[in-house]
């Protein structure tokens, strides 16, 4: 099955199509999805190929009999599970778990560790293993080539000129994404609020990419500054996040004011031209008319730390092992589908765009050790907020035990990046492979 599928083809002739699209169609309180990026690597801790008999498609082709392969010219880019969720890849070969949208936090651990378990037997035979890494610690981003999917080709395109650390992100980067349904415009609004002061908490506690090109670097992660210099149209905090309350309509006019990546036409990805899709709409050319296709596949190429669809994704995190993936889950639907508690009343700073972009980047770079410019410490923070979405979680009926970890790194002031150490052979490793220091378990 190829990997392209249609979409809705009705032409957009009005600029309120573009702001309900944000609306969600039959949303559950509390409903939450993951999606989670692993390192491809050797044991040497470099990244294997896409291709060939020990690289990454191999594994797939194992993988594949039982579920739904999807093939882009006859190669496997993602699988369909027969579960639900979906296994991609990003375009340095790097495997992404996505669970479907589920009520339960005990039904994503159950689904996360179940198909875990199914990538763990399919890469067996292979050289390599999957590693919960933010940052592959021993690859330039060119040192190989890239999944072969069409819409890569023209990203990559894009981002050569879009910013300076574009194809360091396509290629070497790995992240932990939670979304989380919202009920109508004032629950989204409030979900955005109350997550923005905690947006450098959380990556503080969560950075685990501390090694590049095998040497360790001065950053707890160096994911939250490649992502900065990625494309500044596309990444980081938009403006219209800091309004109060935000509206769907501020999602759509952000959204169209940013240039159009590809159209796809007769199951073929054709580039943009540069111009805003506002101005594809305006003047369509001969791909148009504009449909709502095309304003699904332009949104799902926007990267923004807080992205809304018709759901809201969180997207500042580094990909850590799984008993931490589980805590995230749990962290941020009990602090934003339960009983929200202003950010205000547990004296987080309210920061404006320009200092939480600041406060994001030294999160980054400095873990828990990231002093803000104003409010508690970060091991402060985190435990008043860790107490939050234990009520929260409570209050959902959901037990909290998936917070564990979180709170033991909270309690030793610690972050994954702290776990990283060199092995006999001298290479850098992390946590969550045999031979690394540290275990969040």
């Not at 890569?152 to 981002?159: D, F, Q, S």
């Not at 490649?226 to 494309?231: A, E, L, Q, V, Y």
């Not at 309004?243 to 999602?251: N, S």
């Not at 993936?325 to 009983?339: D, E, I, N, R, W």
Request: charged share 20%.
């Amino acid at each position: 099955m190829s990997t392209y599928q249609p979409g809705d083809q009705t032409p957009v002739t009005a600029f309120s199509q573009l702001a309900d699209y944000f609306a969600p169609g039959a949303p559950v309180q509390g409903r939450v999805g993951v999606e989670w990026e692993l390192l491809p690597v050797d044991r040497q801790g470099r990244m294997v190929p896409y291709a060939g008999p020990s690289g990454v498609e191999s594994a797939l082709i194992r993988l594949a009999p039982g579920h739904e392969p999807l093939l882009e010219s006859g190669h496997i880019t993602a699988i369909k599970l027969h579960d639900g969720g979906v296994v991609g890849l990003e375009p340095g070969g790097q495997v992404e778990l996505a669970s479907p949208p589920l009520e339960s936090l005990a039904g994503i651990e159950s689904f996360m560790e179940r198909n875990l378990r199914r990538l763990e037997a399919a890469i067996e035979p292979s050289t390599f293993t999957l590693a919960p890494w933010g940052v592959a610690p021993a690859n330039g981003e060119e040192d190989l080539p890239d999944v072969p999917k069409a819409r890569y080709v023209i990203l990559k395109e894009h981002l050569l000129h879009a910013g300076t650390l574009g194809r360091r992100m396509m290629k070497l980067t790995a992240s932990v994404q939670v979304s989380l349904d919202y009920r109508d415009e004032a629950e989204m609004s409030a979900m955005v609020d109350t997550l923005l002061p905690v947006l450098p908490y959380a990556v503080a506690f969560f950075a685990n990419g501390p090694v590049y090109r095998g040497r360790k670097t001065r950053s707890a992660t160096g994911r939250s500054a490649i992502w900065r210099h990625t494309d500044p149209l596309r990444c980081g905090l938009p403006a219209f996040l800091f309004k109060v309350p935000v509206r769907y309509a501020d999602a759509a006019r952000w959204a169209l004011g940013r240039p159009l990546l590809f159209l796809v036409r007769e199951g073929r990805f054709l580039p943009g031209d540069g111009r805003s899709f506002e101005a594809w709409l305006k003047v369509p050319g001969p791909l148009g008319p504009m449909t709502m296709e095309d304003w699904d596949l332009h949104v799902s190429t926007l990267f923004p730390d807080i992205r809304l669809r018709n759901y809201l994704e969180v997207r500042v995190l580094d990909s850590v092992p799984l008993p931490l993936v589980l805590a995230a889950a749990a962290f941020f639907k009990g602090l934003l589908c339960g009983q929200r508690t202003p950010p205000g009343s547990l004296g987080l700073p309210l920061l404006g765009r320009a200092a939480a972009g600041r406060a994001i980047l030294a999160a980054g770079r400095l873990g828990p050790r990231w002093m803000p410019e104003s409010g508690p410490s970060p091991a402060e923070a985190m435990a008043r907020l860790l107490d939050v979405a234990g009520a929260g979680l409570r209050a959902l009926g959901e037990e909290d035990r998936l917070l564990d970890p979180l709170r033991r790194l909270v309690r030793q002031d610690l972050c994954p990046a702290d776990g990283w150490a060199k092995d006999r052979q001298g290479c850098w490793r992390g946590p969550g492979l045999q031979g690394g220091a540290f275990d969040p378990a």
